[in-house]
């Protein structure tokens, strides 16, 4: 049973515009929402997160918004850019949870179009 | 430079050779995990190790077993691979709470032929 799902799988977006990926979760035990970016080759790199007291968390051109009664989270990208191609994965665990144990999404591929 | 340290970063083996993937953090952090990533099924955890010592099951345990060594070092051994086991494998880390999320190793590529 996938506790986290994501979606879309692929995403295409022009240089300049907003990349939206959506997340839904299931257990409402989950209170640590993170996004994580990924290059090819590389391994994820924590890019921002949010904790459920907020609907909206923003550093620079990504921003996360959350809606808790809906149980969804989604990542904003702002002016998207070729450098800004990647995987992103969102993720979801118990903030206080010994272990901070994560359940991921499937991931999405993001292509910026220069 | 701080982080997670994975090695080998790749290996080929034959059906039914075993090996072990070495992990190692600087970072003073309690918590360790094994993942595997495959194409369009995101990040899948094997085990994982909330602190010295102690070592649990994940989502996809079969085939795997690990050792967490010290507070620094984890690994995960494959003992008769099989074809399945094909996949890129990352180690992470992350203190007690998880609100500094996971730091990720940079992959072990493991293909069994």
């Known amino acids: 049973q996938q506790q986290v799902k994501q979606s879309p799988q692929s995403l295409i977006v022009q240089k300049g515009g907003i990349s939206i990926i959506n997340c839904a979760y299931e257990?409402?035990?989950?209170?640590?929402f993170p996004w994580y970016q990924q290059f090819p080759g590389k391994g994820p790199a924590l890019l921002i997160a949010i904790r459920p007291d907020v609907s909206e968390k923003k550093e620079g051109r990504f921003t996360i918004s959350f809606n808790k009664s809906a149980k969804q989270f989604s990542l904003h990208i702002m002016d998207s850019q070729p450098g800004d191609s990647a995987t992103y994965f969102c993720?979801?665990?118990?903030?206080?949870?010994?272990?901070?144990?994560?359940?991921f999404g499937d991931g999405t591929t993001l292509t910026v179009k220069p | 430079n701080a982080g997670v340290t994975q090695t080998p970063k790749f290996q080929v083996l034959k059906t039914g050779q075993s090996m072990t993937l070495q992990c190692a953090q600087d970072?003073?952090?309690?918590?360790m995990y094994w993942y595997r990533q495959d194409p369009g099924m995101g990040l899948r955890l094997i085990y994982y190790s909330a602190s010295e010592g102690t070592t649990d099951k994940g989502e996809v345990p079969n085939g795997y077993n690990v050792s967490r060594l010290n507070k620094r070092e984890f690994s995960l051994r494959l003992e008769s691979a099989a074809p399945s086991q094909t996949s890129v494998y990352f180690c992470?880390?992350?203190?007690?709470?998880?609100?500094?999320?996971?730091?990720f190793g940079s992959g072990t590529r493991l293909t069994v032929v």
């Open positions: 970072m003073n952090h309690n918590s």
């Open positions: 257990n409402t035990a989950f209170d640590y």
């Open positions: 992470a880390s992350s203190s007690d709470r998880a609100s500094g999320g996971y730091t």
């Open positions: 993720a979801a665990s118990g903030f206080n949870t010994n272990a901070g144990k994560s359940t």
